[in-house]
């Protein structure tokens, strides 16, 4: 009986909690909070965490007992190497963004005009060199450059064309590591752009027709604005994924010859890892975050701006 | 009368300490506890076995359960792993350093003085390089590893140097006897280069910033006296010595592969075994592969020391270390190990399992048997492990402060000098770039 008494208000104090928490769980917000955790806990994890862990790294001496401060940025301020390697890391990521577009723009359209049912066969044969994992395709194309049994010298050879020094010389070096990620990186482009042109009403083409427009005055009249939040976009990833990258210079050329193909990821392991000057490679590191951050906010703005013109 | 009053907590430790005491000891399989490896994973297949076979013995011996890893150096994997355990301190209670690592990570490792003793007098002293990488503060860090060790000496072909160069190098280190080398010198290599080179089969040598290019740089630099950076850890690029090296080098490596500059540790071997060139400096690894896959190649492959210069005959010697963490949980047991691995027998069965590529950096432990039998041809490795002596045996960079040296060693300073003076740099220049970058290193 006492059971009973006492149990009866706890019974009705729950109902109403346990319907608040409903109405919580049932939140479109709560639920996306929900369904996003995992992920942001993988980001606090493996990005967060790291990321202030390399700022803390940064500010200690060499060996690793110090703080120094911003010591490890002004003594990287007077390296000559390393102007370099923010340099070649400009070239190396402005470039190959740069084709990267150009190349996906162009194909985009061709496999656009492909008829339906041939489409999908093209589509999924033009995204090989971005599926397959960077560090194997990056291994075939090496031996294609090998100093000494390049491929592509070998069919040079056969055109009685000289051999060219295809990771030997610091200019051929360059253009072999922007090469390599073009081929990688165009396909991710040619979907972005192939989904973004599939998105342009046909309705706005037929005006354009109506208009009398030519194909130049079409493209350049409806089919780039239309684009253009998607090529922003598509732009600022791949560059923050290039300016990034590792494998493709560190498996071609190592950095060499002489430096010039090193860009700020090979170049902090060089020194971090195989130096072992922890504390520098990771104020090498760092210097990627303000460049990236002043890309970012400008082509964010641009598209911010051009969504508020459009609504 | 002093009365204590006996709690709970103090009844509970009391009871069990007693029957502690009173329980009869039993010794289980592993009553002395663990001890975990992170062994270098060998080039020579089969070659982790010997290790494998050791470590298990002595774990039955001594009671303790051994767990070992083996850790590839492809892609720095093992310099990541002791990057990160460093970092952690927390891993691995023995690990096989690399060259430098030992002096790089000095305070985290446990001192080996007593075991270095011990095996000093079992196998007599070790050489200079050795000291110079793994001493600090008289200390010893760590416990010269044989597996792994190498001298990056010349591997010549003998057909093609004795054809085009004249140089018979099987007299001139003629196999179970003292080498007859006094004409080879930097001057004799210079024009056998030329000669070769001429013939369609230049020397193989690298000139780009991997272990295998440095290393034959930092010998050549060093029979000039041509350091960079001096013992006491002043600069010294500016010298005559440095200059007469790289006018040395920039006439050798008109004689080199065009490529050059873009060779990494791979590309000296794969050219020797395609037959492309007469020389490259590297450790047997190139023979072994050879009488695999080339073996008309192998017949013709003779190791044997470097030229002298001015200043005397280098060879790069290359040791990996056995090192402990001092974070360890099993010191005791990993001393102990360490000592039982560095047995002369226990070395012998490692360098004999490595075919001879193993090289041990104790005295009394350079001419086992195994290097006189290999072959084809026979004898083709006796010289491999300096067996006269007749060559100094050092590490690019040297004698530099190791702290200092280990940036110029991995930043390829003496190669990428090279390579600049070589493609047009004026000679100032190229000091003064290299001056800068050596300055750069003094950071502590």
Redesign the interface.
């Known amino acids: 009986m006492v059971d009973a008494v006492l149990k009866a208000p706890a019974v009705a104090g729950s109902a109403p909690r346990r319907s608040a928490l409903r109405r919580t769980l049932q939140r479109k917000s709560t639920i996306a909070f929900l369904m996003t955790l995992p992920l942001i806990l993988l980001v606090v994890l493996l990005v967060l965490y790291p990321a202030f862990y390399a700022v803390h790294l940064a500010t200690l ?3 690793m007992e110090r703080f120094v401060g911003f010591g490890n940025f002004q ?1 990287l301020f ?4 390393f102007w370099m390697v923010v340099q070649q890391s400009c070239i190396f990521a402005i470039t190959a963004v740069i084709f990267k577009a150009l190349i996906g723009f162009i194909v985009a359209h061709f496999v656009h005009n492909v008829p339906g049912n041939k489409q999908r066969r093209w589509r999924g044969m033009l995204l090989v060199p971005w599926v397959i994992p960077p560090a194997m395709s990056c291994l075939a194309w090496l031996w294609l450059f090998d ?3 390049s491929a592509f010298n070998w069919v040079l050879e056969k055109l009685s064309v000289g051999p060219v ?4 010389d610091a200019y051929w ?1 360059r253009f072999s590591v922007i090469l390599v990620n073009v081929w990688i990186g165009a396909p991710f482009f040619m979907i972005m752009y192939l989904a973004a042109l599939k998105s342009v009403p046909e309705q706005l083409y037929e005006a354009a027709a109506i208009d009398g427009a030519n194909w130049w005055q079409r493209m350049w009249y409806v089919t780039i604005p239309m684009m253009r939040n998607i090529m922003a976009i598509t732009a600022l990833f791949s560059l923050i994924v290039t300016f990034a990258n590792f494998d493709i210079v560190r498996i071609l ?7 010039r193909t090193h860009v700020f990821a090979t170049w902090a392991f ?1 020194i ?7 504390p520098l490679g990771a104020a090498v590191s760092l210097f990627m975050v303000p460049i990236l951050t002043v890309a970012a906010i400008f082509i964010l703005r641009d598209i911010h701006r051009r969504a508020s013109e459009m609504s | 009368m002093l009365k204590r009053k006996m709690s709970r907590r103090r009844f509970l430790a009391t009871t069990a300490a007693s029957t502690t005491l009173a329980m009869p000891f039993v010794r289980r399989a592993y009553a002395a506890g663990k001890l975990s490896i992170g062994f270098w994973d060998h080039w020579v297949p089969g070659a982790n076995n010997a290790s494998k076979e050791l470590c298990e013995q002595w774990g039955a011996k001594e009671k303790v359960e051994v767990s070992i890893d083996y850790i590839t150096s492809q892609g720095n994997k093992n310099l990541l792993t002791i990057a990160a355990e460093a970092q952690a301190r927390s891993g691995h209670d023995i690990f096989a350093f690399p060259t430098w690592q030992p002096a790089d990570h000095a305070n985290r490792l446990e001192p080996v003085d007593d075991i270095m003793a011990e095996l000093i007098k079992l196998n007599g002293p070790v050489n200079k390089t050795v000291e110079y990488l793994a001493r600090a503060n008289g200390k010893w860090l760590a416990v010269p590893a044989c597996v792994g060790s190498q001298i990056k000496g010349p591997c010549s072909r003998i057909d093609l140097m004795k054809k085009h160069a004249g140089i018979d190098v099987v007299a001139m280190y003629p196999a179970g006897s003292p080498p007859k080398a006094d004409a080879w010198t930097l001057d004799a290599m210079l024009k056998a280069a030329e000669a070769c080179h001429k013939a369609g089969f230049p020397f193989g040598i690298g000139l780009g910033v991997t272990e295998d290019n440095v290393d034959t740089a930092g010998a050549i630099f060093q029979s000039f006296g041509a350091d960079l950076v001096d013992a006491k850890g002043n600069v010294s690029v500016k010298t005559d010595a440095v200059r007469q090296a790289l006018e040395y080098y920039k006439k050798l490596a008109q004689w080199l592969p065009p490529d050059a500059p873009a060779w990494d540790n791979a590309s000296n071997n794969k050219y020797l075994i395609a037959g492309k060139g007469a020389l490259i400096m590297n450790p047997p690894s190139a023979w072994a592969v050879a009488k695999r896959d080339a073996p008309q190649v192998a017949e013709q492959l003779w190791t044997h020391g470097m030229p002298s210069g001015p200043k005397g005959r280098y060879a790069p010697f290359l040791p990996y270390f056995w090192g402990i963490w001092n974070f360890g949980k099993n010191k005791s047991a990993a001393k102990s190990l360490l000592v039982h691995l560095s047995q002369p027998a226990a070395i012998e069965k490692m360098v004999n399992a490595s075919f001879g590529y193993d090289l041990p950096a104790f005295e009394k432990l350079t001419t086992l048997k195994v290097w006189e039998e290999e072959g084809p041809p026979k004898g083709t490795l006796y010289h491999y492990p300096n067996p006269h002596n007749h060559q100094i045996l050092s590490v690019a960079a040297a004698p530099a402060p190791p702290k200092i040296a280990v940036q110029i060693y991995t930043q390829g300073i003496q190669t990428k000098m090279v390579v600049r003076f070589m493609q047009g740099e004026a000679l100032e220049k190229t000091l003064a770039w290299a001056e800068s970058e050596v300055e750069g290193f003094m950071r502590t």
């Open positions: 001496n060499k060996s003594f007077k390296r000559e190497t100093p000494s049994y020094p295809w990771t030997g070096a050329t190592a950095g060499g010859p002489l430096d060089w971090g890892i195989q130096g072992n000057d922890i």
